[in-house]
Every structure is written in C-alpha cells, then in structure tokens.
C-alpha cells in the first residue's frame, strides 16, 4: 500500500521531478561514461549498452531500456496488486526514463573513476533521497522484488533486491573488470549515506542522560542557562536498588559543552552518557507549521 504524505501532492511530485532528473545527470554524466554499474535497472541498462554497442551505433540508450523493462513490470504489479500501487512510483519510472532521455546529451566532467564514483554517488544519493522523501521509488529492482516476493513470501522484498543488485554488479563486474566494480562499490555506500541524510535529517543534535544526586539543581540550570527542557525519568540502580532520577536534556552540538559544565559544576561525580541524535522535531529545534484551523482545535 502506497504511504501517503500531509504535503500537497503536488509539491511530492515537484520533488520527483528534481530528484529524477539529478539521478539522470548522474548516470549520464558519471555512471554511464566511465561504465561504472551501481545495481538496479539503470544499471542493467549501461551494461546493455555496452554489449549492443557492436551492433548498433553507440548502443541502445539507457533510457529506452529503462522503459522497456519497467513497462512489463508495472504491468504484473498491476495485475497482482491492483489499486494498491502506487501512482507516485509510477510517475517517477516514466520520468527518469523521459530525464535520462533529455539529459542524455550532456558530456561527462571527468573520466577520473574516483573522482566519478565520489561526486556521481552525491548526485545519485541526493536524487534518489528526493524521490524517497516524496513517498515514491523509481521502480526497477524494487518493484521486481516486490513482485518476486508475492509468490516467494518467506523471503523479504530487501533480501531479494539485494540478490537482484549484486546480480547485476556482478555482470558489471564480468563486463567491465573488478577495478570499476570496486569504484561503484564506493559509490554506492556514498549514495546510501547521503539518501539517509536526506530522508533522516541533517540536523544533527545531541542527547544528554545525566545521573546525578542533584538532578534538580542540575535540571534547573540548564534550563536557566541553555533554555532547554529537561525531562526526569525515574530509575533504580539495579545493584544498590536506590531510586534515581535519569535527566534526558536534547540539546545542539555546539551547546554540548557548556551542558557539561554546569553538570560538572554542580556535581564531580554525575553520570553523563551523550548520544547523537539524527534530528529532532519540536520546539527550539525543526518545528511543524501549523495552521490557524489547527491551532483552534
């Protein structure tokens, strides 16, 4: 079932358009040229590519590959799922397609593999970070796990799209020699880390659990002096069986050091464990627009 974003669709649709169309540009300007496969369709495209180049002049473009192998497999998720998919992945696969088409003639900036794996990862990670964000895939080995996964159902879509990547990686590795592969390798992980940044926030912040026998004085001046809520959990430590107040105090990095500080101030011998915390959502940190009509309620 397709997840539904609060946003209006067609600002979702905005971000599909962006995100394919940077995906495009990073196949076409990086991936493509230097013949490095990074799994999924697109990648069994430039692999198709490369073999039909003999036969026909500059191979088949990526881009009709990219269509003809996402039709039938619409077409099957269809049938076996019905209303149930999503029209967002689908009008992001016949967009990539179209973007791999217009910006199928931009020429590539390097033909330094490293420097293509490194910034080609940037570009295919935040394009794809964009699409994800719109509650929407780009189809490909997705979609075919997921159809593989209706009749196979003691097996995860994961597993079998992990199965259906290292199977194309593979080939690029047969095609193309393991020094390329090794670059798309890193490309890859590059491309993960920059979809997760974008889909679990850049704003990085830290959490402080802080034990102490003076947790009020402490959870008093950290209000005072950093304007931060603190929260008290009540604990027992499990060898003395006394009860203790646990203070959890989410506070920016930079802000980190001064908590310490004052803990270490008011008490030598108080327990801090500091913990990163991908993103938070509240007040004094990324906040919700609300409405007026929803401010009424």
Do not use: W
Request: proline content about 2%; charged content about 20%.
């Amino acid at each position: 079932m397709e997840i539904r974003s609060k946003r209006h669709p067609i600002f979702d649709y905005f971000l599909i358009i962006i995100g394919t169309t940077i995906l495009a540009i990073s196949i076409n300007m990086f991936f493509d040229p230097l013949e490095m496969v990074t799994g999924g369709v697109t990648g069994l495209a430039i692999i198709i590519k490369s073999v039909t180049e003999g036969f026909i002049d500059g191979g088949i473009p990526i881009y009709i590959t990219n269509m003809v192998i996402n039709i039938p497999l619409f077409i099957i998720a269809f049938l076996l799922k019905g209303r149930h998919f999503g029209a967002r992945s689908l009008f992001a696969t016949f967009y990539l397609s179209f973007a791999l088409f217009y910006t199928d003639g931009l020429q590539p900036l390097t033909f330094d593999v490293l420097l293509g794996g490194i910034f080609g990862g940037l570009l295919a990670g935040i394009g794809l970070g964009l699409v994800f964000s719109a509650f929407s895939t780009t189809g490909g080995t997705d979609l075919a796990a997921s159809i593989i996964q209706h009749f196979a159902k003691h097996i995860s879509v994961a597993q079998i799209m992990l199965f259906l990547d290292a199977l194309i990686i593979l080939f690029g590795l047969y095609l193309f020699g393991p020094e390329k592969t090794m670059y798309a390798i890193i490309s890859i992980y590059i491309s993960v880390k920059v979809i997760d940044g974008i889909l679990e926030g850049l704003h990085f912040s830290k959490a402080a659990f802080i034990i102490s026998d003076f947790s009020e004085a402490i959870s008093e001046q950290l209000m005072i002096n950093l304007d931060r809520g603190v929260t008290g959990l009540h604990g027992e430590g499990k060898y003395t069986h006394n009860k203790k107040e646990l203070l959890l105090c989410v506070v920016s990095k930079r802000e980190i050091v001064k908590l310490k500080e004052i803990v270490r101030d008011i008490d030598k011998n108080a327990f801090v464990i500091v913990a990163d915390v991908r993103e938070v959502v509240g007040e004094g940190f990324v906040e919700y627009e609300v409405s007026k009509n929803e401010a009424i309620k």
